[in-house]
């Protein structure tokens, strides 16, 4: 199948092969007809599978015919971060280029004024998050009883994020008689009332198995002692072959403390987190897409839906304490087609999280010996030295999830620690015991 057999416009087909598409994904392949055919749609996919272009093409063409009406939307994408609307945003600006559209991004920490502005002129698409439409529509300066499309995207994202009320209360102000499409990766039951309370008769399409990595991505483990964890990074990072990298931490302090430490040893790294300025977090985001940024240090605010072209690695600093973030975040990686490759380190305390994420994706790892160098490429960046020194057993290692049962400090005498004598404090030995 081919994007022209899909019945899109001439104006759409036009800048989708100006773009370099020919074929559509799967979910494009089976959305894209139900959403003309303005049926409900529930769409189940997992990240990189071309989720938001399945809802944008279909909503370009229905909405070409019409023209819309002062602070009075035609239509309302509604999505879970600023990084994620504006990328939204981006779609609609590409695909849309022949079609005489207006559209608003609605996020919080741009200038309010210049909103209202484009608000007032009319906009046919609305792209907002939960939070700053509530405030311009409490301040008047937003009517929502023209809404014919509402897309709730990144519904389970939503739904961790606490913005569930405020998606109800969003709906209450919708009028009924209108074509809703909501996009999740899982179907939690939290996710089937939504459905349930939100769509009218819904067409379900699922692509890809639910909360499962992509098979493109080779994933590894290391066991480290908290302390080691930068030497670790760094370590992995001089025998992989790094063109780009997402390093995600769970804690927006080791985010800024993990990126100055790479840009100390000469690495090029920037932190992006939800504390960031907004304007700070979009040029962030853009540098690294431009590639003038190799290392993006972030937390789970990039970990859904950013779209960066081949990306080669994704490294989990920490394991994530939600599982369903483990997949997201791998798969940055090996995205449309591309290998990737995903590096975690876990440590003692790490039990509970890393057996939830093992019994999502049903596999265990095996732990990877680091100091088994010679298995891993070198680096573009390694030395002379370091290419004499890997001529001997030089191959990849292969990909390290398996059914076995991971191993222990007991049992692995590769895996030793510095503090092995030491009983009862964990990762954390007090200064008079150093």
Same mark, same amino acid.
Request: proline content about 5%.
């Given at each position: 199948?081919?994007?022209?057999?899909?019945?899109?416009? @001439?104006?759409?087909?036009?800048?989708?092969?100006?773009?370099?598409?020919?074929? @559509?994904?799967?979910?494009?392949?089976?959305?894209?007809?139900?959403?003309?055919?303005?049926?409900?749609?529930?769409?189940?996919?997992?990240?990189?599978?071309?989720?938001?272009?399945?809802?944008?093409?279909?909503?370009?063409?229905?909405?070409?015919?019409?023209?819309?009406?002062?602070?009075?939307?035609?239509?309302?994408?509604?999505?879970?971060?600023?990084?994620?609307?504006?990328?939204?945003?981006?779609?609609?600006?590409?695909?849309?280029?022949?079609?005489?559209?207006?559209?608003?991004?609605?996020?919080?920490?741009?200038?309010?004024?210049?909103?209202?502005?484009?608000?007032?002129?009319?906009?046919?698409?609305?792209?907002?998050? @939960?939070?700053?439409?509530?405030?311009?529509?409490?301040?008047?300066?937003?009517?929502?009883?023209?809404?014919?499309?509402?897309?709730?995207?990144?519904?389970?994202?939503? %739904?961790?994020?606490?913005?569930?009320?405020?998606?109800?209360?969003?709906?209450?102000?919708?009028?009924?008689?209108?074509?809703?499409?909501?996009?999740?990766?899982?179907?939690?039951?939290?996710?089937?009332?939504?459905?349930?309370?939100?769509?009218?008769?819904?067409?379900?399409?699922?692509?890809?198995?639910?909360?499962?990595?992509?098979?493109?991505?080779?994933?590894?483990?290391?066991?480290?002692?908290?302390?080691?964890?930068?030497?670790?990074?760094?370590?992995?990072?001089?025998?992989?072959?790094?063109?780009?990298?997402?390093?995600?931490?769970?804690?927006?302090?080791?985010?800024?403390?993990?990126?100055?430490?790479?840009?100390?040893?000469?690495?090029?790294?920037? @932190?992006?987190?939800?504390?960031?300025?907004?304007?700070?977090?979009?040029?962030?985001?853009?540098?690294?897409?431009?590639?003038?940024?190799?290392?993006?240090?972030?937390?789970?605010?990039?970990?859904?839906?950013?779209?960066?072209?081949?990306?080669?690695?994704?490294?989990?600093?920490?394991?994530?304490?939600?599982?369903?973030?483990?997949?997201?975040?791998?798969?940055?990686?090996?995205?449309?087609?591309?290998?990737?490759?995903?590096?975690? %380190?876990?440590?003692?305390?790490?039990?509970?999280?890393?057996?939830?994420?093992?019994?999502?994706?049903?596999?265990?790892?095996?732990?990877?010996?680091?100091?088994?160098?010679?298995?891993?490429?070198?680096?573009?960046?390694?030395?002379?030295?370091?290419?004499?020194?890997?001529?001997?057993?030089?191959?990849?290692?292969?990909?390290?999830?398996?059914?076995?049962?991971?191993?222990?400090?007991?049992?692995?005498?590769?895996?030793?620690?510095?503090?092995?004598?030491?009983?009862?404090?964990?990762?954390?030995?007090?200064?008079?015991?150093?």
């Amino acid at each position: 199948m081919i994007f022209s057999d899909l019945g899109l416009s @001439p104006e759409t087909l036009k800048a989708i092969e100006e773009r370099g598409y020919k074929e @559509p994904t799967p979910i494009q392949a089976k959305a894209i007809p139900a959403i003309q055919m303005t049926r409900d749609v529930v769409g189940l996919a997992q990240t990189g599978t071309g989720k938001t272009a399945s809802f944008t093409l279909p909503m370009i063409d229905a909405l070409s015919g019409g023209r819309a009406k002062m602070r009075m939307p035609r239509s309302l994408v509604l999505e879970p971060t600023r990084e994620l609307a504006a990328q939204v945003a981006d779609n609609f600006e590409v695909y849309g280029k022949y079609h005489n559209l207006n559209k608003a991004l609605l996020v919080g920490g741009q200038s309010m004024g210049e909103q209202m502005k484009l608000l007032e002129q009319g906009v046919d698409v609305l792209i907002a998050t @939960p939070g700053r439409l509530l405030d311009l529509f409490d301040r008047g300066h937003i009517l929502l009883n023209d809404i014919k499309i509402l897309v709730i995207d990144e519904a389970d994202r939503m %739904m961790d994020m606490g913005f569930i009320p405020d998606i109800e209360k969003i709906v209450s102000l919708i009028p009924p008689m209108r074509q809703t499409l909501l996009f999740s990766a899982t179907m939690a039951p939290e996710i089937k009332k939504l459905t349930e309370k939100f769509l009218s008769n819904p067409k379900e399409i699922s692509v890809a198995a639910t909360s499962s990595p992509a098979e493109t991505v080779e994933q590894f483990l290391v066991k480290v002692n908290q302390k080691d964890k930068n030497n670790t990074l760094d370590t992995i990072l001089k025998q992989e072959n790094v063109k780009n990298a997402f390093i995600f931490c769970n804690r927006k302090k080791d985010v800024d403390m993990v990126a100055k430490w790479l840009k100390g040893k000469g690495y090029s790294s920037e @932190p992006l987190h939800g504390d960031m300025a907004q304007v700070k977090r979009t040029e962030t985001l853009q540098r690294f897409k431009d590639d003038k940024i190799k290392l993006l240090v972030c937390s789970d605010v990039a970990a859904r839906g950013i779209d960066v072209n081949n990306v080669s690695h994704v490294f989990n600093y920490d394991v994530p304490m939600t599982a369903d973030d483990y997949v997201h975040r791998i798969g940055r990686t090996g995205r449309a087609g591309n290998t990737g490759r995903a590096w975690m %380190m876990t440590t003692d305390r790490d039990e509970k999280f890393l057996d939830a994420v093992q019994k999502l994706i049903k596999k265990k790892f095996d732990l990877f010996d680091l100091k088994q160098k010679n298995k891993n490429p070198p680096s573009d960046s390694a030395s002379k030295k370091t290419e004499k020194k890997s001529t001997k057993n030089s191959r990849s290692p292969k990909a390290k999830v398996s059914e076995k049962t991971p191993h222990s400090k007991q049992n692995d005498p590769n895996l030793s620690n510095e503090y092995d004598d030491v009983d009862g404090f964990g990762d954390d030995i007090p200064a008079f015991l150093k």
